[in-house]
């Protein structure tokens, strides 16, 4: 059983930066993809950035990229979201999810656990 908790929320100004974490418990595919969705007010869940074990297969969103950075710590099974620069727009729950198998893994589907959402509001 795997259990993915996201923290790093919360309010910021636009232009502003956010850290995001997300802590994996239990078993993990150490080779597999882990990323980040959001799903911002009566919107669908979209794809932000996707991150192979190995730290250097990485996939942005054209609206994030530049802007934000994954990266993770396999040994203690963290994915971070690094985010800068951000914008009214970014305003949206932010999700983990883990054990992509495939290459660009960008589709909800292509992943086995999510965690459970983390708020990030930017203000104008």
């Known amino acids: 059983q795997v259990q993915l908790v996201e923290s790093g929320g919360g309010l910021v100004q636009a232009g502003g930066s956010l850290s995001l974490s997300c802590a994996a418990s239990g078993r993990t595919f150490r080779s597999y993809a882990m990323g980040w969705f959001r799903q911002a007010p009566g919107q669908e869940r979209e794809f932000v950035a996707a991150?192979?074990?190995?730290?250097?297969?990485?996939y942005y969103a054209d609206s994030v990229k530049g802007r934000f950075t994954i990266s993770r710590d396999n040994a203690k099974n963290v994915v971070y979201l690094q985010m800068n620069s951000l914008k009214p727009e970014d305003t949206a729950v932010y999700y983990c999810?883990?054990?992509?198998?495939?290459?660009?893994?960008?589709?909800?589907?292509?992943?086995?656990?999510w965690g459970q959402g983390t708020q990030v509001t930017v203000s104008s």
């Open positions: 999810a883990a054990d992509c198998p495939g290459a660009r893994c960008i589709r909800e589907y292509e992943y086995d656990y």
């Open positions: 991150i192979r074990w190995s730290g250097d297969s990485i």
